[in-house]
């Protein structure tokens, strides 16, 4: 017999399930997140030519770039539910902390496979050094996570407005400056070959932001899931 959190945890993927085969019909999220990217990242390469950037330019670059795609594409989580009419079948479907959770796994997904796809590109066209793997790595990765804690629950209080694409940009910029600040300190050390143990301060930071921001998020997710 299943336990209550085996079966509570196989609701989540399969609701993740149902979100990355969505994804792969449409494309739509992911091609957001994608062309903004590149597009940005070509822009800046071709317009500084020969000219070399400065590690924390570059460092400020990668996260602003990541920033500005997730306003791009993770909004449309909740958004595209109210709008196909879908969001009171998700309601039947699970409890609040599922929907959320597995909404926040999709969004980190994508995430995850933006970076495994832009941090290439980042060596290429802006000859990003990446003196200490482990440490860069461990950085996107937590940043990663903490952005897509925070987009998840404010897409879904943007999902229930009426002006949906500026309003998702508004309440977001602050509430992630945190996590822009350490993700450039963390990355501005990777890059220039500091001791990954020189980078705990801001790994902590942005692990204590994702802990918070998950849980204030499944207490307050039901109330605005509800809505």
Do not use: H
């Not at 989540?12 to 994608?34: D, M």
């Not at 306003?71 to 709008?83: D, H, N, R, S």
């Not at 999709?106 to 970076?115: A, C, G, K, R």
């Not at 440490?135 to 804690?149: E, R, Y």
């Amino acid at each position: 017999m299943p336990t209550s959190l085996s079966l509570w945890a196989s609701r989540v993927l399969a609701l993740l399930g149902k979100e990355i085969k969505t994804e792969l019909r449409t494309r739509y999220a992911f091609n957001s997140l994608l062309m903004f990217s590149v597009v940005t990242l070509t822009a800046v390469s071709f317009s500084v030519g020969q000219f070399a950037l400065s590690v924390q330019v570059k460092a400020a670059l990668y996260w602003l770039i990541l920033f500005f795609a997730s306003m791009a594409g993770l909004a449309q989580v909740f958004i595209k539910e109210e709008e196909a009419k879908t969001s009171y079948l998700l309601k039947l479907a699970g409890p609040a902390s599922i929907i959320y959770l597995g909404k926040f796994l999709y969004n980190w997904v994508l995430l995850l496979v933006l970076q495994v796809i832009i941090i290439p590109l980042f060596v290429i066209f802006l000859d990003l050094e990446l003196s200490n793997l482990a440490l860069f790595l461990t950085v996107s990765v937590l940043g990663s996570l903490a952005l897509s804690a925070a987009t998840t629950i404010i897409g879904a209080i943007v999902s229930k407005a009426n002006v949906k694409g500026a309003l998702f940009a508004v309440l977001s910029f602050p509430l992630l400056i945190p996590v822009l600040v350490a993700g450039i300190e963390g990355t501005q050390l990777a890059t220039g070959g500091a001791r990954f143990s020189e980078g705990w301060g801001q790994l902590r930071l942005l692990v204590s932001f994702s802990v918070v921001m998950l849980t204030v998020s499944l207490i307050l997710f039901e109330f605005v899931w509800s809505e």
